[in-house]
DNA sequence: CAGTGCTCCGTGAACGCTCACGGGAACGTT
DNA sequence: AACGTTCCCGTGAGCGTTCACGGAGCACTG
C-alpha cells in the first residue's frame, strides 16, 4: 500500500472558490443559515457534495459554543457489570446535553496508560474504572474533572464512587452463617493489583468471617481469572484441594456462575452440596440455574452518580465519594 | 441543549502572561518538548497548574496530525447482543489507530435523528445499528464514510453488514421439522418499523415454513416487544390463543429465553411441551436453563469488518456489503 | 426623486494552539 | 580576538471555521 503523503484537507475556502461565492456563503449553505438565495444554496451545497467536502469539526469546535464530551473508561465492554453503568452515565449526560465518549481497557493493566493519554486529549471530563496508579495520575494531573470508580486505592484528592462491600460482606456472610455453613470459599479477582488489600472484598470477607466467628484465613481465598472459565477453574481448585467448602462467595457473578456450573457439571447438588453467592446483581444472575444468590448493586444510580460528581466538580465543587450500598438478593443458590 | 454563558477559558496566553514567558514555553512546557530549562519548564507547569490551564483539543486538533474518531452507534447498551459487536469494532480502530466514540439510542426511533446529528458533527467516519430513514440520509448526505448494519432497508448506495438470516431461518426450521414440529410460533420483535417487510426475519420465517411444507401464515407470527419481559408477555399471547405450538421460534434470544421461561413458569417442560430456538447466539444462552438452541452470530466478526468497510471508502473504496452466515448451536432447548 | 426597507452576499477578525524560524547569551575553539 | 556551538527563548504565520459587520442591488414608499 503506497502511503502517500497525506492530501491537503479540502476546505471551505476551496468549496467558495470553486462554486463563485465567498466562505461565508458556503457556510450559510452548509448550516442551513438564512441570508442566501435558494438557488445559491443548492449549487453550493451539489459543489460541496462534489467535492467531498466535509467540515473539520476542530474548526468548529473552535469557534462555535463550547460543549463537553465525557469520557467514560470501563474496564471491559464484554463483563455484564458495565452496561448499566454506561446506561446510568449515558442518561445523565443526555440530561445535561454532553457527549459521551466510550473507552474500554480491555481490563489490560497495562494499556490503562495509553487510555488514559487519549482521553487526556480528547474529553473534557472523565469517569473511570482505572487501578493504574499512572493512569490514574495522568488524567488527574490534567486537571479535569474525574472521578474514579471502584478503586479501593483512590488517592483523597480525586472524586470517586465506591460500593460498601464492608456492609454488603457482612450480609452475605451473614446469611451462609444463618444457613448453617462454616466453610466457605472466597473466589477472589485475581486480576486485581491490589488483591487482598485493605477494603477489597478480599479482606471484606475475611473480616466479615472473623465477626461472624468463623477461623478464616489466606487458605480460604482462591484466585480467580475474572470470566466465567475463571469462575470454573477455581472451583476446581476448590474442590481439587480438599478444603471441604460448603458454600463459595464469589468477587462477582460471573465468576460465581462459573464456578457453580463447574460444581453442577462435577456431579454437585446446589444449594444442597455447596450454596453459591455472588456480587454485583447481574441480570444473568436471575437466569442461571439455580437462579443466584447476589449482592446487589444499583450500577446505573452508580454512574448517575458519577455524572454528577463531575457536574459538581465542573461548578467548583471540591472532591467527594457517593457511596453505593449493595443489597442482598437471596435466591435459590444458597 | 449547549452549555451556555461561559467565562472566558483559560489560554495558553494567559498563562504566558502569568508566568512572564512567552506562549511557545508554555507549549514547550506543557507538551514536554525539549529546548527549555528544566527550572522554567517546573516554574511554568506550576502556574498553568494553579491557573487550571487545560489546553484546548479544538486547538490542537486544528494543527496536530489528523487522528481519525470513528462513531459508533448501538441501538441499546443494555441489549446483550451489542458488546461483542462493540468489542470488534474497538479491537479493529484500536488497529488502525482510530478513536471510538459510542452512542446509544435506546431503541428509541424518535432519538436517532437527535444521534444521528451529533455523529455528523463529532466523528469522521460512522458505524451504526439505525432504522429510521431520516437519520440514516442524515448521515449519509454528510458524506461521511458510513457503514449502516442489520437494516433490511438499506439504500444500495450506503455500505452494510447483513446476516444472512435466509439461510439462517432455513436450518433453524429445518432443525425444528426434523424433531418433529409442525405448529411453530415466531416471536417477532415489535419494535421494528419495517415488520414483516421483505428481508425481515419475520418474512423469512413463513418463507422457511413454507419450503418445509408448513402451512404457515402471519397467524403465526406473534409481536414482542425486544426484552426479556416481552418475549413472558408474547408466550402468554401464544399459549392463550389457542394457537396450539409445540415450538417456538424468537426474533432473538432475549425474546427466546424471556418466553422460555414463561413457559416453564406455567408448569411446561422444554423441550418435551414446548421446544425454542432463539437468534443471535448470546452468551447467555448457553447459560440458561434450559440451554437455549440458537442461530449464533459471530458479532465480534460483524464489528471488525464493518471497520474494515469503513477504512476500504476512506482509502476510496466504493460501496459494499458483508454478509454473516450464521450457525445453528442445538442445544436442550429443542 | 430621495428615502426606507429588505434580501442577499462578502470582508475582517477572532478562536487557541503548534510549527518554522530567528535571535541573544554563554561557552568553548581556532 | 574573531568565530562556531549549544542552549534557551520569542515572533510571525497558519490551521478552518463562524460571528459581526458593512455594502450592493432592488422594490416600494411618501
Known sequence: ??????????????????????????????????????????RVLRVAQSMGYRPSRFARGMVGPRLTTLGLVIADVLNPFFPEVVSGVLAAADERGW?????????????????????????????????DPGAIGLIHRSGMPFVLLDNEHRPPSVSGGRIDFATGMRHAVGHLVERGHRRIAMLDDRGRPDAGGHGTRHSLFLGAAAEHGLPADEGWVFPAANSLEGGAAAMDDVLGGGFGATAVLAYN????????????????????????????????????????TTLTVDKELLGRSAVRQVAAQMAGAGTGETVIVPRLVVRASS
Do not use: H
Open 1 to 42: 500500500m503506497p502511503t502517500s503523503a497525506r492530501p491537503r484537507r479540502i476546505t471551505i475556502e476551496d468549496v467558495a472558490r470553486s462554486a463563485g461565492v465567498s466562505r461565508q456563503t458556503v457556510s450559510r449553505a452548509v448550516n442551513d443559515k438564512p441570508e442566501i438565495d435558494p438557488a445559491t444554496r443548492q
Open 99 to 131: 457527549q459521551v465518549a466510550v473507552y474500554s481497557t480491555g481490563s489490560a493493566l497495562e494499556r490503562e496508560t495509553a487510555v488514559a493519554r487519549t482521553v487526556v486529549d480528547q474529553v473534557d471530563a472523565c469517569v473511570a474504572f482505572l487501578l
Open 253 to 292: 457473578d460471573l465468576i460465581a456462575i462459573g464456578a457453580m456450573r463447574r460444581a453442577r457439571a462435577r456431579g454437585m447438588r446446589v444449594p444442597e452440596d455447596c450454596a453459591f453467592v455472588g456480587c454485583d446483581g447481574l441480570t444473568l444472575s436471575r437466569l442461571v440455574d439455580p437462579p443466584l
